[in-house]
């Protein structure tokens, strides 16, 4: 059977606030998502052996069922009643690893979006978010991105007006920063400042992009420790060179900035890409096809 191709596209926290800790043991966020051109290629060859295995260029990645990807096509195919189908997924990876930019939930996604739409299946968007649910918090989210607001665990989405396309720059500095950590910090201290989502959505609707970037926030760069001082450099970076804004996207260690035009996009790439390997040029994109 030949390869079906599919694209994973990074997402942003144009916002994120993170609320108490729910009885189910997770917390209450709400959080602005946009979608960038930025993506990972796969390629997934069904076969009838019932087995699943994937090969990527990042030689760290699991290749048996621990990785997401092959989790999402199992758990599509035993949905949709094909218990003896198995899967070969070929991964490209661009979006960098541990970075808040949604790469393996975006993957995950990517899979289910496709066989859902090779395979016929005519499972709704809000299907194929319910299953993602199963997979990872920013799944369901990456199932058609855009534009969006997230509440609860992730999988409250509301669609928001469209970001009209806008220049992005994304640099990730070479160091993780740990998801349990950050939100064990967040649990034992009063964030001092909150992001503006009611005037990011407000900004959205009126399409005033600078107004939009000056209400960017991340509640996770209040908990930063030793690592702040990189954060803070690319953001001054990304400011300095025509930024609207700029913000960590996730937990980090990504951050991004959104320009008014390619020209000054281009300048705080030149200016990172020496310092950071892990820098990108990309664009905002709108709602995906299901």
Do not use: W
């Not at 260029?57 to 092959?70: C, F, G, Q, T, V």
């Not at 960098?96 to 289910?112: Q, Y």
């Not at 199932?143 to 990730?172: F, Q, S």
Request: net charge positive; hydrophobic share 40%.
């Amino acid at each position: 059977m030949d390869a079906i191709r599919a694209k994973a596209y990074a997402k942003l926290n144009l916002s994120l606030d993170v609320f108490d800790r729910r009885s189910d043991g997770y917390h209450d966020l709400c959080m602005i998502m946009q979608s960038v051109a930025l993506h990972d290629d796969l390629a997934i060859t069904l076969n009838r052996s019932g087995r699943f295995s994937a090969q990527s260029d990042r030689h760290y990645l699991p290749n048996d069922e621990r990785n997401i990807a092959l989790r999402a096509a199992k758990l599509f195919l035993e949905t949709t009643g094909h218990p003896r189908a198995g899967a070969f997924i070929r991964l490209r990876k661009r979006i960098p690893v541990c970075a808040g930019l949604g790469g393996g939930s975006s993957d995950a996604a990517a899979v289910l979006r496709t066989l859902n739409r090779y395979l016929g299946e005519g499972m709704t968007c809000e299907e194929l978010e319910t299953l993602g649910m199963q997979l990872g918090m920013d799944v369901p989210y990456c199932i058609a991105g855009g534009t969006t607001l997230a509440e609860g665990r992730g999988e409250v989405l509301t669609p928001l007006t469209p970001l009209a396309e806008t220049d992005v720059v994304i640099c990730k500095p070479a160091f993780p920063i740990s998801t349990p950590a950050l939100f064990a910090r967040i649990d034992s201290r009063a964030s001092r400042c909150r992001p503006d989502t009611v005037g990011i959505a407000a900004a959205l609707r009126s399409g005033n992009r600078r107004a939009l970037g000056q209400r960017m926030y991340n509640v996770f760069e209040d908990v930063l420790e030793r690592r702040a001082g990189d954060i803070n450099a690319i953001k001054s970076t990304l400011v300095g060179c025509g930024a609207y804004g700029a913000c960590m996207s996730g937990t980090g260690s990504a951050v991004f900035g959104l320009f008014p035009d390619r020209a000054s996009a281009e300048r705080a790439y030149r200016a990172l890409k020496p310092i950071y390997r892990e820098t990108f040029m990309t664009v905002t994109i709108g709602r995906l096809e299901i």
